[in-house]
């Protein structure tokens, strides 16, 4: 009887224990997605940050309106061009907020953006970063303005090549 109770303790404790490990590995695989995830919403931590603070503004447009953009436009080589852009967010923060331009700059190291150009007149500045195929071919483009009054950041991410962003800005015109 007791060899019997002894063998359900260590079969309670094995069924257990296997269970405690598939419940530990199912833990961890969530954590390593939550932290791929927030790797992705880095910079949506600064945004959210600003999006509302004093004397700043902001635009975030979704893929949702990006692609009623592209089927709207008569435009068939912005549609084009829009076609892969997953989101685009637009930020302005007064000079004033000293550390905004840090978090801009951690998140540039963070994520190992590669600078693509630069201009520097005086106070004035605009910096240009890019990353190809971040996640599942998705691209990362930062373009941050600095006009000695306000900084403005252009944030743009999804499937797209370097050379669309730059007709973007043209067909913008």
Known sequence: MVIENFHRVLDL??????????????????????????????????????????????????SKMISILAKE???????????????????????????????????ISYMNLKKLASNHSGTLSDEYYFYDGYDDNNSIFLMISNNGVKYTVVYIYGRFDIKHISKLSQIAK
Request: hydrophobic share 45%; glycine share 4%.
């Open 13 to 62: 404790l094995f069924k257990n224990y296997n269970s405690m490990k598939k419940l530990i590995a199912l833990l961890i695989t969530i954590f390593i997605a939550t932290a791929m995830i927030a790797q992705d919403g880095r910079f949506m931590v600064i945004f959210h940050k600003y999006e509302k603070a004093d004397n700043c503004s902001s635009v975030e447009t979704s």
């Open 73 to 107: 436009t008569d435009n068939a080589l912005l549609a084009d061009q829009l076609k892969g852009i997953k989101s685009i967010i637009t930020l302005t923060v007064p000079i004033s907020f000293g550390e905004f331009h840090k978090e801009c700059s951690d998140y």
